[in-house]
């Protein structure tokens, strides 16, 4: 069977200015990412795997070299048409959550559809299906502050998840977690695997890294399968 | 997404009530300053016009400033005097309905000081009563009967059918004048008797007349004649040599206007300093909230929110504030109207302060929202 391409990066370099002197953090990168792939990414702290997560999520834009999102070269993009379609097709999690803190629960998951302009009783019911889903089905009326750890980052998984997005990318995501809890979040990453979704996350914790069926690391700049 | 506005501006409570404190203040004191100098133009320039508008009445003063007139015709300070035969000729012109002399003088009353003003006997019912009505009583028919504006007969505690002593005359009080307020006669505060009467209280020259009083149909017009017929009989060619004046309550309300709409701008002025201060907060706050939410509108920009609603979400934040305190000012400044009469707050005015504050909060907001827009996701997150 033909494996379809969700995102690819062809020749990526990124450099930056960092004061005086041209600071060089990725070089020739070439990955390509598949759907319902899990893959990880896993390098030493400061090799750049923020900088290439940022850039395959359309969130940055790489100093030369292309970038394409099923086959469409989003580099062509308007900044406003980029944020509307990083919207449709990524989702984020993070170490720190991000979570809106005045936003309840509920609130948090339909903002990604408030956003791209779901109508408000179908994003209503779509949240509160991810939130069951995430098994956060009895804390909808939660603010974060109101929430522990792993119920920050399932409600961050299940705001990932709003717009049903061709990829969703996890950013240490259980870098802020405890051991125990941490598993649970890597078991919910694992059991969305399984449904279908293509997961991309970035660790430097290689027992992590081994639960994908795919592993990519950063070597002299540019990105290797390991 | 209102959802979002309203929840981010009570996470901040003190900077969100400061914030419509101040629009309250800047929007209420501009509000209060309109709807005051409103009403100081309807209660005195309107009823001046209203009551007055058919009397000419001429002084061998020149008068540059209005607000001096009564001063002015009181003290005397005039260099000349008409003469006796202008009467005639005034009578002569066009339009002219009635001419009597008059004079006013500050004369003991009981003992205390009035305004007494005189105007022949035969045409006070004409010059008089075609101004302002009568509260009882009739007018006067001789040198011996006077009538009383109604703030007089108060305060000297008269009715109808009692006598009054006039610097040690006695004379019978015979009718008292409704309330007019503001008139070109002032005749809310003054005793109107027979011009020989009042006159000799005064020290004028014989065959010599202070001042004229003069009825028509057209007041400016019959002023303009009156003007010409006096420049021609003195030989004035230049405003500048005029050394009498012919006023109407037009001429008055036209002087008044002016002088109302120097202070009036000036009041705005000031409040256009307090509306400035009230945009500089506005502003200021929402500099505030961008960089308190760094992250978060970061966030909403990873989400897939464009530049333009970044903007959009700031501006209205800060619309919600304004609209806020605005409608505090509103409802502060008209519940102040319904307890003092000279605030006359108008539509026009709401209409226009409220677009005054949209468009203002619109502007302070806008470079604070377009910082906001600036913010680079990639950036802002980096710092876990
Ligand atoms: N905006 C920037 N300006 C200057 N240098 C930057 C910028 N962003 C990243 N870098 C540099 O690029 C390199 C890679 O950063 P990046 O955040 O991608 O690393 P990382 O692998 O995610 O590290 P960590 O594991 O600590 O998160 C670092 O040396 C960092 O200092
Ligand atoms: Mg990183």
Redesign the interface.
Known sequence: MEKKEVIRLENVYKSYWDGEQLLEVLKNVNVTIYEGEFVSIVAPSGSGK??LL?IMGL??KPTKGKVYLQGKDVLTLK??EL??????HIG?V???F??????TAL?NVM??M???GVPEEEAEIRAKQLLERVGLGHRLNFIPAKLSGGQKQRVAIA?ALA?NPSIIFG??PT?NLDEDTAKEILELFLELHRQGNTLVIVTHDMKVAKLAQRILTIKNKTVVEL | ?I??VV??I??HKLRTILNILSVLIGAGFLLFVLGLSNGIEEKFISTLNKLSSNIVIVVPLKINNVLFLQREIRTGVAMELFKENLLNKIKLLPGIKAVSPTIQLTLKVNNKSYQVTGIETKLAPQIILSNIELERGRIYRSKKEVILGPIVAEDLDVKVGDSINIEGKTVKVVGILKRAGTSLLNSDNVIFGDYDFVKSFGHLPPKRIAAIVAISENASLAAQEILKLLDRAYGITKEDDRWYSVITSESISKQLSQMLFIVKAFFIAISLVSVLVSLIVISNNAYMNVADKY??I????????????VILLTIAEALVLSLTGLILAIVFVLIGASFMSLLKITISDIVIITLFTIIGTVLASYFPARHAAKI???EA??Y?
Do not use: C, Y
Not at chain 1, 83 to 88: L, S, V
Not at chain 2, 298 to 309: E, F, I, P, Q
């Open positions: 923020s900088t940022h969130l940055d900044d406003d944020a509307h379609f990083r919207g449709k984020f993070f170490q720190s991000n979570l809106i803190p005045e936003l609130e903002l990604p408030w956003i791209i705001r717009n950013d240490e870098g | 997404m959802v979002l929840k981010r009570l996470s992250r978060e970061a966030t909403l920009k990873v989400l897939g929110m464009r530049n333009k609603d680079e996701p990639a997150l980096r876990e």
